[in-house]
């Protein structure tokens, strides 16, 4: 009796899993504005630019490469709504469309995210090993944003 029911839960968790695949996200990024970006905004050297692209760019702008897993639900429904939460707290892509205050919110609080190791998130380190920060990488962002944060102007 045991083996049926464990037999016919096995089934149903099968059959589920393969229901699901048909559910798969929308992999569509919005469209960039060249003028709505983060270099329309403020000068990025190119050794920021390049930290950026590695550890912060496929959560945090609209140019988001999806990893072959993003075709795996539910892993996909997961690695969306991480993308969609990262955009909503920071957009690299339209940062030029933030209020002075906003701005200088947004590049004290990357200073405080790399420094602090919450970003890049743990979960997507572990498939972007590349995307890790060396202490190096975290001093340039931090120089970086506090230089330019100091520049704004916040009324």
Same mark, same amino acid.
């Given at each position: 009796?045991?083996?049926?029911v464990?037999?016919?839960?096995?089934?149903?968790?099968?059959?589920? !899993?393969?229901?699901?695949?048909f559910? %798969?996200?929308?992999?569509?990024?919005?469209?960039?504005?060249?003028?709505?970006?983060?270099?329309?905004?403020?000068?990025?050297?190119?050794?920021?630019?390049?930290?950026?692209?590695?550890?912060?760019?496929?959560? *945090?702008?609209? @140019?988001?490469? &999806?990893?072959? &897993?993003?075709?795996?639900?539910?892993? %996909?429904?997961? !690695?969306? @709504? *991480?993308?969609?939460?990262?955009? *909503?707290?920071? @957009?690299?892509?339209?940062?030029?469309?933030?209020?002075?205050?906003?701005k200088?919110?947004?590049?004290?609080?990357?200073?405080e995210?790399?420094?602090?190791?919450?970003?890049?998130?743990?979960?997507? !380190?572990? !498939? *972007? %090993?590349?995307a890790?920060?060396?202490? %190096?990488?975290?001093?340039?962002?931090?120089?970086?944003? @506090?230089?330019?944060?100091?520049?704004?102007?916040?009324?």
């Amino acid at each position: 009796m045991l083996k049926k029911v464990i037999k016919t839960l096995i089934i149903v968790v099968v059959a589920a !899993l393969v229901f699901i695949q048909f559910f %798969g996200i929308d992999q569509t990024n919005p469209p960039i504005v060249a003028g709505e970006t983060i270099e329309a905004a403020i000068p990025v050297p190119a050794d920021v630019s390049q930290i950026i692209g590695r550890s912060c760019n496929d959560c *945090h702008s609209n @140019n988001t490469i &999806y990893p072959w &897993y993003a075709n795996i639900q539910p892993a %996909g429904w997961f !690695l969306k @709504n *991480h993308i969609d939460e990262a955009r *909503h707290e920071l @957009n690299l892509s339209v940062f030029n469309t933030y209020s002075a205050k906003k701005k200088a919110k947004k590049l004290e609080e990357i200073c405080e995210q790399v420094e602090s190791k919450e970003m890049p998130l743990p979960s997507y !380190l572990w !498939l *972007h %090993g590349d995307a890790v920060l060396s202490e %190096g990488d975290v001093r340039a962002l931090c120089d970086w944003a @506090n230089k330019e944060r100091a520049k704004i102007v916040v009324e």
